[in-house]
């Protein structure tokens, strides 16, 4: 099990609905997934799940409604990014808490949840135990990150494959996502098949990464999201 940080940052006072019961909606594009977060917090005295969704504009259209304390989002999300909804929801909502919970590697996406207006992050295949943790963290005014995380949050980690002048923050919250899916090894209509998009759109924004990255050729794009994946990893 990974050590988590249980806060190191404090960002607002514990607010409890009425009856003391609080109320999370989950944004999970993977049916089995999203009905697992039920079960997990079904049987939670002090948790109850009040919606859920399986892409970002419905998400927010009932978030909005229902008023969660809590949502739980993923970062993969047909048509737009839980990254996208993250700062859709911020945008207009200061209280709600925020939590994503991901297969997408913490340390390559930590950082950017974070920046976005995220409250914490997890990965999918923690135990349940932890997950209801990072509930109840995120909830109690805490940022849940793991360690490593909170250690290049303080500038102590700093990706050494990425060369000057080629920031990953130029990218798009989109295009990031696309970056660690080719560093992963995934072709373009791979790609496409698992955002819900064109492989003509996938290709598109490819192009514009490497414009914004000063290379030149595919295989220099693919060399740097592998370099980019692995050293994000250790």
């Known amino acids: 099990m990974s050590v988590r940080l249980l806060c190191f940052m404090s ?5 409890e609905s009425a009856n003391g019961v609080r109320k999370v909606f989950i944004v999970e594009d993977h049916p089995a997934f999203r009905e697992g977060l039920v079960q997990i917090l079904k049987g939670e005295q002090d948790l109850t799940v009040c919606g859920k969704a ?6 927010f259209q009932s978030i ?10 993923d970062i ?5 990014s839980g990254l996208e909804l993250i700062k859709e929801i911020r945008a207009v909502n200061q209280k709600v808490k925020l ?6 590697d913490e340390a390559l996406y930590a950082d950017r949840v974070l920046r976005a207006g995220g409250d914490g992050y997890i990965m999918k295949q923690e135990d349940p135990e932890e997950i209801l943790d990072a509930i109840r963290d995120v909830l109690a005014g805490h940022i849940y990150v793991s360690e490593a995380v909170m250690a290049s949050q303080s500038g102590v980690k700093k990706k050494a494959d990425e060369p000057k002048g080629r ?3 130029l990218l798009a919250d989109s295009e990031l996502e696309i970056l660690g899916m080719l560093g992963r090894g995934c072709s373009n209509h791979e790609i496409a098949r698992a955002l819900k998009i064109g ?3 996938v290709g598109s924004k490819c192009a514009e990464m490497k414009k914004k990255l000063g290379l030149k050729r595919t295989n220099e794009l693919i060399r740097y999201a592998v370099c980019w994946v692995e050293t994000g990893a250790t």
């Open 11 to 15: 960002k607002v006072s514990k607010t």
């Open 76 to 80: 993969t999300l047909p048509g737009k």
């Open 167 to 169: 920031s990953i923050d």
């Open 54 to 59: 399986g892409d970002a504009v419905q998400a």
């Open 99 to 104: 939590l994503v919970v991901s297969m997408h």
């Open 64 to 73: 909005s409604q229902l008023k969660p304390d809590l949502v739980l989002v």
């Open 199 to 201: 492989a003509a759109e």
